[in-house]
């Protein structure tokens, strides 16, 4: 079972950035496709971005296209998600996850299967 904590979260304000790491460890890291989440407060938690199990092909809601880019490192387990741009709707917690599975279609968007989730890191953009 691999243990994931994610780091990095914080306070910024519209316009700027702020990169997020998660570490992993109990696990083979390089088994995993690896995601990123969030959860406004109220709000449903949704799927943010992912990065293949050798890093070459990515995901990304179209919300944060252009703006956010996720990174893996299998020498040091862990993911990233650089933040850009940011608005105050990217206001969430923040996790990372260690999926199994990964897919997505214009009509059925995202589909997944997580084996093991973060514990969250609160990120808060000031409008």
């Known amino acids: 079972q691999v243990q994931l904590v994610e780091s990095g979260g914080g306070l910024v304000q519209a316009g700027g950035s702020l990169r997020l790491s998660c570490a992993a460890s109990?696990?083979?890291?390089?088994?995993?496709?690896m995601g990123w989440f969030r959860q406004a407060s109220g709000k449903e938690r949704e799927f943010v971005s992912a990065v293949s199990k050798t890093g070459i092909s990515t995901h990304y809601v179209d919300s944060v296209k252009g703006r956010f880019t996720i990174s893996r490192d299998n020498a040091k387990n862990t993911v990233d998600l650089q933040m850009k741009k940011l608005k105050a709707e990217d206001t969430a917690v923040y996790y990372c996850a260690a999926l199994t599975r990964l897919t997505t279609n214009p009509t059925m968007g995202i589909q997944y299967t997580a084996e093991n989730w973060g514990q969250g890191t609160q990120v808060t953009v000031s409008s």
């Open positions: 109990g696990g083979t890291f390089s088994n995993y496709i």
